[in-house]
């Protein structure tokens, strides 16, 4: 079964810790998405890589930042967690290509971050 | 104006009834559409995945776009408890492109 494994599902955290969202995906995809999913506001394109060291700001980038060093892994990190970055994250990964399957993001379970 | 329109409900419906979900967009390049569905507390996991307009059948889910509307629908037949989520749509320009998404339908579906 192919998976996008999210490594943590809950954090609570301080205001002002730096914060490491780990994404690792089991399908040789190119493409990956870190997402945030708040009430009211649906899913918000935070960053997103096309290959390895390769990053596109997406549209609410600000106060995070990305790592893809190799290409199964996708990082996001906060800097200086903030008390309205509280939110369920969500990281994401597609394959290139056309046809059948394009850009079908196959999702992790999410990991919900409290910043207190 | 948003790129997609998606009424969040919530929808509450009687077990066996048929659910109609609904999405309307603004850009007309749009070429793939998709629905996902949520559970609470998991990632969204694709449903139903369509190219350019027309319909594609399911089991019970039936997913319809309408290009010339810029609308896409999504029925559930025999709807059941099982069927409770919330069900997002998301589409995109072409290969390589980032999805937009809908904000997301709640929909309960009551024994």
């Given at each position: 079964?192919?998976?996008?494994?999210?490594?943590?599902r809950?954090?609570?955290?301080r205001?002002?810790?730096?914060?490491?969202?780990e994404?690792?995906?089991?399908?040789?995809h190119e493409?990956?998405?870190?997402?945030?999913?708040?009430p009211?506001l649906?899913?918000?394109?935070?960053y997103?890589?096309?290959?390895?060291?390769?990053?596109?700001?997406?549209?609410?980038p600000?106060g995070?930042?990305?790592?893809?060093?190799?290409?199964?892994?996708?990082?996001?990190?906060?800097?200086?967690?903030?008390t309205n970055?509280t939110?369920?994250?969500l990281?994401?990964s597609s394959?290139?290509?056309?046809?059948?399957?394009?850009?079908?993001?196959?999702f992790?379970?999410?990991?919900r971050?409290?910043?207190? | 104006?948003?790129?997609?329109?998606q009424?969040?409900?919530p929808l509450?419906?009687?077990?066996?009834?048929?659910?109609?979900?609904?999405?309307?967009?603004?850009n007309?390049?749009?070429?793939?559409?998709?629905w996902?569905?949520?559970?609470?507390?998991?990632?969204?996991?694709?449903?139903?995945?369509?190219?350019?307009?027309?319909?594609?059948?399911?089991?019970r889910?039936?997913?319809?776009?309408?290009?010339?509307?810029?609308?896409?629908s999504?029925f559930?037949?025999?709807?059941?408890?099982?069927?409770?989520a919330?069900?997002?749509?998301?589409?995109?320009?072409s290969?390589?492109?980032?999805?937009?998404?809908?904000?997301?339908?709640?929909l309960?579906?009551?024994?």
């Amino acid at each position: 079964d192919v998976k996008v494994t999210q490594s943590s599902r809950y954090l609570v955290k301080r205001t002002g810790e730096k914060v490491f969202l780990e994404c690792v995906q089991d399908m040789d995809h190119e493409n990956m998405f870190w997402y945030r999913q708040d009430p009211g506001l649906g899913l918000r394109l935070i960053y997103f890589s096309y290959d390895v060291k390769m990053k596109e700001k997406g549209d609410i980038p600000e106060g995070y930042s990305v790592s893809r060093e190799k290409k199964e892994r996708f990082s996001l990190i906060l800097e200086s967690a903030s008390t309205n970055q509280t939110s369920m994250y969500l990281c994401a990964s597609s394959s290139t290509g056309t046809g059948a399957g394009a850009n079908v993001l196959t999702f992790g379970a999410g990991s919900r971050l409290t910043v207190l | 104006q948003k790129e997609v329109e998606q009424d969040p409900g919530p929808l509450s419906v009687p077990e066996g009834a048929i659910v109609s979900l609904n999405c309307t967009y603004s850009n007309s390049a749009f070429q793939y559409f998709m629905w996902y569905r949520q559970y609470s507390r998991k990632g969204p996991e694709l449903l139903m995945y369509t190219y350019s307009s027309g319909n594609k059948e399911d089991g019970r889910f039936t997913a319809q776009v309408d290009k010339s509307s810029k609308y896409i629908s999504l029925f559930i037949r025999d709807s059941q408890p099982s069927d409770s989520a919330t069900y997002l749509c998301a589409m995109s320009l072409s290969s390589g492109y980032a999805l937009n998404f809908g904000k997301g339908t709640s929909l309960l579906v009551t024994p």
